[in-house]
């Protein structure tokens, strides 16, 4: 516990940096101290000693006897994240992840040989499925006034700020930070310029005549363009959009544990499944954008450049396969109706 303590005050000051040279992000700094919780709960609870030992310096017994303990740590633990606080595999494994980057920070800056014990930490994952708007309710959102006038005055700028996220494909953090300064008019045309306060990606979109419309109607503002929000507010707030607009059809929600899916519910007693309003959040913005403008043919290099993905990004190509999806169900209703009039032809 006392190295964990070191490394995670070293990333808060700053003195251990990721591979690209840039400071750790204090979101991933959360995590480790999470994990460091974590691993001080499952020590008390299970009765197990945390340790570590220098690999170079144990005889061929003591190595084997550290390989069974690093052996049951993984077993004993990930059963601790799974059974005693109920993880799904994407928790698991991203403490298990974290645990591994520390480990390499032992070997390689630290100079403590612990032995290659950590790469049998098992990565668990799941894809979680993407919620997006089709185009056909963005579109009401954005047009249809007699939907926005029903909605109170503090609802109508959430609306706004979730429909110009929807437009631009910038994550929350870096939508509620947006100025009047990132704003660029060129031969009557604007455009929206920013970086990526996760990735340091710089993007470059131009605006529609709608999203120009919603910018107007808070141009006197002068430090952000939208009024300051916290994620979880927005989060509620676009819910109660949702479900006003009548988006309540029940969608299935499962999570993977230890690669078994579960049904998880909106009540559990009663087994009611969420809807899709319960579903919507600030990353559907996000989601919503990248997915609308791949259907609409805007080519990969051109959503890539506007999303700020990298070259072969993974995360990206989810998107990709999700649109893909989409046009698979329209051109099974093309083939249909070619089958529907092959049928006839027959017939005649």
């Given at each position: 516990?006392?190295?964990?303590?070191?490394?995670?005050?070293?990333?808060?000051?700053?003195?251990?940096?990721?591979?690209?040279?840039?400071?750790?992000?204090?979101?991933?700094?959360?995590?480790?101290?999470?994990?460091?919780?974590?691993?001080?709960?499952?020590?008390?609870?299970?009765?197990?000693?945390?340790?570590?030992?220098?690999?170079?310096?144990?005889?061929?017994?003591?190595?084997?006897?550290?390989?069974?303990?690093?052996?049951?740590?993984?077993?004993?633990?990930?059963?601790?994240?799974?059974?005693?606080?109920?993880?799904?595999?994407?928790?698991?494994?991203?403490?298990?992840?974290?645990?591994?980057?520390?480990?390499?920070?032992?070997?390689?800056?630290?100079?403590?040989?612990?032995?290659?014990?950590?790469?049998?930490?098992?990565?668990?994952?799941?894809?979680?499925?993407?919620?997006?708007?089709?185009?056909?309710?963005?579109?009401?959102?954005?047009?249809?006034?007699?939907?926005?006038?029903?909605?109170?005055?503090?609802?109508?700028?959430?609306?706004?700020?979730?429909?110009?996220?929807?437009?631009?494909?910038?994550?929350?953090?870096?939508?509620?930070?947006?100025?009047?300064?990132?704003?660029?008019?060129?031969?009557?045309?604007?455009?929206?310029?920013?970086?990526?306060?996760?990735?340091?990606?710089?993007?470059?979109?131009?605006?529609?005549?709608?999203?120009?419309?919603?910018?107007?109607?808070y141009k006197r503002r002068k430090r952000s363009?939208?009024?300051?929000?916290?994620?979880?507010?927005?989060?509620?707030?676009?819910?109660?959009?949702?479900?006003?607009?009548?988006?309540?059809?029940?969608?299935?929600?499962?999570?993977?544990k230890r690669g078994e899916s579960e049904n998880?519910?909106?009540?559990?007693?009663?087994?009611?499944?969420?809807?899709?309003?319960?579903?919507?959040?600030?990353?559907?913005?996000?989601?919503?954008?990248?997915?609308?403008?791949?259907?609409?043919?805007?080519?990969?290099?051109?959503?890539?450049?506007?999303?700020?993905?990298?070259?072969?990004?993974?995360?990206?190509?989810?998107?990709?396969?999700?649109?893909?999806?989409?046009?698979?169900?329209?051109l099974d209703k093309v083939y249909s109706k070619?089958?529907?009039?092959?049928?006839?032809?027959?017939?005649?």
């Amino acid at each position: 516990m006392p190295l964990l303590e070191k490394f995670i005050s070293e990333l808060q000051k700053g003195n251990h940096l990721q591979k690209n040279g840039k400071v750790i992000r204090n979101a991933s700094i959360k995590n480790y101290l999470n994990l460091q919780n974590h691993l001080q709960t499952y020590s008390q609870t299970r009765g197990l000693v945390l340790r570590i030992c220098d690999h170079d310096k144990l005889n061929t017994r003591e190595q084997r006897s550290e390989k069974n303990y690093w052996k049951r740590f993984y077993l004993t633990f990930t059963d601790y994240l799974f059974n005693d606080i109920g993880s799904y595999d994407n928790h698991a494994g991203s403490m298990m992840k974290l645990l591994r980057a520390f480990f390499n920070y032992l070997n390689n800056e630290f100079i403590i040989a612990t032995g290659l014990y950590h790469n049998r930490f098992y990565i668990t994952q799941q894809d979680i499925p993407v919620i997006v708007l089709y185009p056909e309710r963005l579109n009401f959102l954005i047009h249809n006034k007699e939907f926005e006038n029903s909605l109170p005055k503090y609802l109508k700028a959430h609306k706004d700020m979730f429909v110009f996220g929807c437009t631009t494909a910038l994550r929350f953090s870096d939508l509620v930070k947006l100025q009047p300064t990132n704003l660029e008019t060129i031969n009557g045309n604007v455009y929206l310029c920013s970086t990526s306060q996760k990735t340091g990606m710089i993007s470059r979109v131009y605006l529609p005549q709608y999203a120009k419309d919603i910018l107007s109607k808070y141009k006197r503002r002068k430090r952000s363009l939208f009024k300051p929000i916290s994620k979880t507010n927005f989060n509620i707030a676009i819910k109660k959009i949702a479900f006003l607009a009548g988006w309540t059809e029940p969608m299935i929600k499962t999570r993977n544990k230890r690669g078994e899916s579960e049904n998880l519910y909106r009540d559990a007693a009663k087994q009611e499944h969420y809807r899709f309003c319960d579903l919507v959040s600030s990353h559907t913005m996000r989601r919503t954008a990248i997915t609308t403008l791949l259907r609409m043919g805007l080519n990969e290099i051109n959503v890539r450049i506007i999303s700020g993905h990298r070259a072969n990004s993974p995360s990206f190509y989810r998107y990709v396969n999700y649109s893909d999806s989409f046009m698979n169900e329209e051109l099974d209703k093309v083939y249909s109706k070619m089958d529907a009039l092959a049928e006839k032809y027959k017939s005649s």
